[in-house]
């Protein structure tokens, strides 16, 4: 069946098209929600709803008691991004991220060109200076760092680890993730505290493992690490091992995955032994898949807030930072409490459970 654009969508996009033609080189403010409304005879509910999408694409810009502007067109019309190979094509995060970069590039006219790793190794490619700004998702192979440095003077990495001479880095606070974690374990009362770490080379592994040792030896607590990929077969395998020990070692009663797909996994092979989650065993997870408030239990994790690190990157690339390079911008997470962590109540119900395809 062919899709019908609803009120809400013809809306939105006959105002992307309007505001497009009034971009200049300053704000333009933009009529009323009433004048809107009765100018293309719609309501000013869905009037309304379509700002708030392009306020998000960075097309407009709501100012307190000042009313809706269309902000200047960009001076820069075209954004190099560039994916490390270390990432995988299906990883969730950088599949989302990509989609919000490439939709507020559209929104604002700029045309996204996506590099190819072996194509910038090749001899024959241009290496020369230019003005686009790029972006880098992810950690930039140790051979190319100084021929982006070169031919780029705005860099701009997300989870990158200043690897490109310049580069503003914007993350989200892992450090800090790993930290509030275990306080969260500790305040609950949990004594062995295990770590489920991936490898250390990607730095989010690294960091939120840090974080968490650093504040559970604060408070005098050892902790169990075991290290593997980052997905749902690793999350098996750290079970796995566990169990394996129990006799010798006894199980911890509260884990801290480096992000959901471990902590998933986990959660499944140690139900399958007869260990009750989060009555024997609590456990935190970090990326808040959608497929963590599905299953049994529900996994307590911390969420992204994609909108607010893409705008940062905007930021970086055409606004406020553009003129200089080197800083490292740390973003928050929260946390989403949920009954992996504390045990639900009986008269509630849980959803079934579920098991999603491998992640890598």
Known sequence: MQHRPLVSEKTETALRETFRTLQSDRPVRVPSERELAERMA??????????AVLVAEGLLEQRQGMGTYVLPRPAIRELHLLRSPEIKHEDPF??????????????????????????????????????????????????????????????VSVHGGHHVAGETE???????????????????????????SGPTRYDSARERREGFLEAAERMHRTVRIVEEKMNWGGGIRAAESMLA?????????????????????FIQRMRADGVRVPEDIAVIGCDNLPLSAEFDPPLA??????????????????????????RRILLPATFVPRASLEAVPPDRPRPPASRPARNR
């Open 42 to 51: 719609v309501s000013r509910v869905s009037i309304r709803k379509a700002l």
């Open 94 to 155: 950088y599949l989302q991220l990509l989609s919000a970069i490439a939709t507020r590039a559209a929104s604002a006219g700029i045309r996204l060109t996506l590099l190819d790793v072996e194509r910038l190794r090749e001899p024959t490619v241009d290496t020369g200076s230019r003005e686009e700004p790029l972006v880098l998702l992810g950690p930039v192979p140790e051979d190319l760092t100084g021929l982006l440095a070169a031919r780029y003077g705005r860099v």
């Open 170 to 196: 914007v993350r989200f606070d892992d450090r800090h993730i790993g930290r509030e974690a275990a306080h969260l374990l500790l305040a609950r009362g949990h004594n062995r505290l295990a770590l489920l």
């Open 245 to 265: 020990e129990r006799a010798q070692t006894e199980l911890p009663d509260a884990v801290f995955a480096a992000n959901d797909w471990m902590a998933l996994g």
């Open 301 to 326: 994790t911390f969420a992204f807030d994609m909108e607010r690190l893409v705008a940062e990157i905007a930021d970086c690339v055409f606004g406020r930072e553009s003129a200089g390079g080197g």
